[in-house]
Protein backbone atom coordinates (compact mmCIF):
# COMPACT_ATOMS: atom_id res chain seq x y z
CA UNK A 1 0.00 0.00 0.00
CA UNK A 2 1.43 3.46 -1.25
CA UNK A 3 1.80 5.49 2.46
CA UNK A 4 1.59 8.76 0.39
CA UNK A 5 -1.71 8.32 -1.73
CA UNK A 6 -5.31 7.16 -1.61
CA UNK A 7 -6.67 6.47 -4.47
CA UNK A 8 -5.21 10.39 -6.01
CA UNK A 9 -5.85 12.07 -2.25
CA UNK A 10 -2.74 12.52 -0.74
CA UNK A 11 -2.25 11.78 3.01
CA UNK A 12 -1.09 14.60 4.05
CA UNK A 13 -3.40 17.18 2.85
CA UNK A 14 -6.83 18.54 4.62
CA UNK A 15 -9.02 17.00 2.60
CA UNK A 16 -12.33 18.58 1.71
CA UNK A 17 -14.34 17.21 -1.23
CA UNK A 18 -15.13 19.79 -3.79
CA UNK A 19 -18.66 19.33 -5.98
CA UNK A 20 -16.89 20.66 -8.62
CA UNK A 21 -14.90 17.98 -10.76
CA UNK A 22 -14.94 15.25 -13.80
CA UNK A 23 -13.74 12.35 -14.83
CA UNK A 24 -10.45 12.77 -17.29
CA UNK A 25 -11.10 11.30 -20.62
CA UNK A 26 -10.07 7.72 -20.54
CA UNK A 27 -7.61 8.40 -22.80
CA UNK A 28 -5.50 11.65 -20.77
CA UNK A 29 -2.17 11.34 -19.51
CA UNK A 30 -1.21 13.73 -16.19
CA UNK A 31 1.90 15.44 -17.38
CA UNK A 32 1.31 18.61 -16.40
CA UNK A 33 1.21 20.56 -12.87
CA UNK A 34 -0.37 24.17 -13.48
CA UNK A 35 0.53 26.82 -10.49
CA UNK A 36 -2.36 29.17 -9.79
CA UNK A 37 -2.31 32.37 -6.96
CA UNK A 38 -5.62 33.18 -5.31
CA UNK A 39 -7.01 35.16 -3.07
CA UNK A 40 -10.21 36.07 -1.79
CA UNK A 41 -11.52 38.42 -1.74
CA UNK A 42 -8.22 40.14 -3.90
CA UNK A 43 -6.13 40.58 -0.61
CA UNK A 44 -4.42 43.99 -0.54
CA UNK A 45 -2.32 43.64 2.38
CA UNK A 46 -1.08 40.05 3.93
CA UNK A 47 -3.47 40.73 6.87
CA UNK A 48 -6.40 39.65 4.35
CA UNK A 49 -5.36 36.32 3.83
CA UNK A 50 -6.82 33.19 5.83
CA UNK A 51 -10.60 33.86 5.78
CA UNK A 52 -11.41 30.56 4.31
CA UNK A 53 -13.39 32.07 1.14
CA UNK A 54 -11.28 29.94 -1.30
CA UNK A 55 -12.38 26.46 0.47
CA UNK A 56 -15.97 28.02 0.77
CA UNK A 57 -15.73 28.59 -3.42
CA UNK A 58 -14.53 24.96 -4.31
CA UNK A 59 -17.35 23.62 -1.94
CA UNK A 60 -19.96 26.20 -3.60
CA UNK A 61 -20.71 27.51 0.18
CA UNK A 62 -19.70 31.00 -0.19
CA UNK A 63 -21.76 33.53 1.29
CA UNK A 64 -21.89 36.30 -1.89
CA UNK A 65 -23.33 38.68 0.60
CA UNK A 66 -19.92 38.05 2.64
CA UNK A 67 -17.81 40.80 0.72
CA UNK A 68 -19.24 43.03 -2.51
CA UNK A 69 -16.25 41.25 -4.42
CA UNK A 70 -18.47 38.36 -3.85
CA UNK A 71 -21.27 39.26 -5.74
CA UNK A 72 -18.19 39.64 -9.18
CA UNK A 73 -18.06 36.04 -8.89
CA UNK A 74 -21.37 34.78 -8.07
CA UNK A 75 -22.25 30.99 -9.30
CA UNK A 76 -18.95 30.08 -10.31
CA UNK A 77 -18.35 26.87 -10.14
CA UNK A 78 -14.60 25.85 -9.92
CA UNK A 79 -12.07 24.08 -7.60
CA UNK A 80 -8.37 23.15 -8.18
CA UNK A 81 -6.89 19.78 -6.88
CA UNK A 82 -4.85 21.82 -4.25
CA UNK A 83 -4.96 24.88 -2.39
CA UNK A 84 -1.65 25.77 -0.22
CA UNK A 85 -2.41 28.61 2.32
CA UNK A 86 0.00 31.72 3.64
CA UNK A 87 0.76 29.29 6.59
CA UNK A 88 2.08 26.40 4.43
CA UNK A 89 -1.54 24.38 5.35
CA UNK A 90 -1.99 22.28 2.52
CA UNK A 91 -5.85 21.17 1.05
CA UNK A 92 -7.28 19.56 -1.05
CA UNK A 93 -10.28 19.09 -2.90
CA UNK A 94 -10.43 16.54 -6.17
CA UNK A 95 -8.60 13.51 -6.03
CA UNK A 96 -5.73 14.03 -8.84
CA UNK A 97 -7.23 11.20 -10.87
CA UNK A 98 -10.28 13.26 -11.72
CA UNK A 99 -10.63 16.55 -13.62
CA UNK A 100 -10.75 19.86 -11.61
CA UNK A 101 -12.08 22.54 -13.06
CA UNK A 102 -9.02 24.60 -12.49
CA UNK A 103 -7.72 26.04 -15.94
CA UNK A 104 -10.89 27.02 -18.07
CA UNK A 105 -10.03 27.49 -21.50
CA UNK A 106 -6.21 26.40 -21.96
CA UNK A 107 -3.69 25.04 -24.13
CA UNK A 108 0.06 23.66 -23.31
CA UNK A 109 2.55 22.82 -26.06
CA UNK A 110 4.64 19.53 -24.41
CA UNK A 111 7.98 18.91 -24.78
CA UNK A 112 7.51 16.94 -27.75
CA UNK A 113 6.02 20.18 -30.10
CA UNK A 114 2.31 18.67 -29.35
CA UNK A 115 -0.41 21.33 -28.78
CA UNK A 116 -2.82 19.67 -26.54
CA UNK A 117 -6.36 22.08 -25.55
CA UNK A 118 -8.39 21.96 -22.33
CA UNK A 119 -5.24 21.71 -19.78
CA UNK A 120 -7.98 20.55 -16.92
CA UNK A 121 -7.98 17.08 -18.88
CA UNK A 122 -4.39 16.76 -18.41
CA UNK A 123 -3.05 18.54 -15.46
CA UNK A 124 -3.04 18.70 -11.57
CA UNK A 125 -3.97 22.25 -10.59
CA UNK A 126 -2.24 23.56 -7.23
CA UNK A 127 -3.47 26.85 -5.80
CA UNK A 128 -1.42 29.07 -3.77
CA UNK A 129 -2.90 31.76 -1.61
CA UNK A 130 -1.56 35.49 -2.86
CA UNK A 131 -2.82 37.46 -5.38
CA UNK A 132 -0.30 37.77 -8.74
CA UNK A 133 2.58 39.98 -8.77
CA UNK A 134 3.12 39.52 -5.03
CA UNK A 135 6.01 37.11 -3.14
CA UNK A 136 5.07 33.84 -1.52
CA UNK A 137 5.95 32.65 1.46
CA UNK A 138 8.88 30.11 2.44
CA UNK A 139 6.32 27.93 4.21
CA UNK A 140 3.71 28.21 1.18
CA UNK A 141 7.06 26.59 -1.41
CA UNK A 142 8.17 23.55 1.38
CA UNK A 143 4.56 22.72 1.11
CA UNK A 144 4.87 23.12 -2.91
CA UNK A 145 8.30 21.15 -3.32
CA UNK A 146 6.92 18.38 -0.59
CA UNK A 147 3.63 17.69 -2.63
CA UNK A 148 5.35 17.87 -5.77
CA UNK A 149 7.73 15.49 -4.94
CA UNK A 150 4.67 13.06 -3.81
CA UNK A 151 3.20 14.08 -7.35
CA UNK A 152 6.25 12.93 -9.11
CA UNK A 153 5.62 9.25 -7.35
CA UNK A 154 2.14 9.34 -9.34
CA UNK A 155 2.83 11.12 -12.30
CA UNK A 156 6.27 10.62 -14.16
CA UNK A 157 6.83 12.64 -16.72
CA UNK A 158 5.28 16.02 -15.28
CA UNK A 159 5.91 19.84 -15.90
CA UNK A 160 5.13 22.64 -14.20
CA UNK A 161 3.62 26.13 -15.56
CA UNK A 162 1.99 29.03 -14.63
CA UNK A 163 -1.78 29.50 -15.35
CA UNK A 164 -0.40 32.29 -17.13
CA UNK A 165 1.26 30.22 -19.12
CA UNK A 166 -1.56 28.10 -20.63
CA UNK A 167 -3.49 31.09 -20.64
CA UNK A 168 -1.94 34.02 -21.35
CA UNK A 169 -4.19 36.29 -22.85
CA UNK A 170 -6.70 35.90 -19.57
CA UNK A 171 -4.58 35.29 -16.89
CA UNK A 172 -1.30 36.58 -15.17
CA UNK A 173 -0.98 34.26 -11.76
CA UNK A 174 0.70 33.26 -10.22
CA UNK A 175 2.55 36.21 -12.11
CA UNK A 176 6.12 37.87 -11.29
CA UNK A 177 6.61 36.95 -7.54
CA UNK A 178 6.77 33.39 -8.24
CA UNK A 179 10.29 32.03 -7.49
CA UNK A 180 10.41 29.65 -10.58
CA UNK A 181 14.23 28.95 -10.13
CA UNK A 182 13.52 28.29 -6.47
CA UNK A 183 10.78 25.32 -7.45
CA UNK A 184 13.52 23.89 -9.87
CA UNK A 185 15.87 24.14 -7.38
CA UNK A 186 13.59 22.74 -4.99
CA UNK A 187 12.70 19.62 -7.44
CA UNK A 188 15.74 19.02 -8.58
Known amino acids: MD ?3 DQGWYR ?5 DSPNFGPRPANAVVDLIVIHSISLPPAACEAD ?3 GYVQQLFTNTLDWDAHPYFETIRDQKVSAHFLIERT ?4 Q ?5 DRAWHAGQSSYTNKQGVIKNNCNDFSVGIELEGVPGETFT ?3 YESLSSL ?4 SHVFKEIDFVGHEHIAPCRKDDPG ?3 DWARLKRAFG
Open 3 to 5: TLW
Open 12 to 16: FARRL
Open 49 to 51: YGG
Open 88 to 91: GALW
Open 93 to 97: FVSCY
Open 138 to 140: DAQ
Open 148 to 151: NAAL
Open 176 to 178: SGF
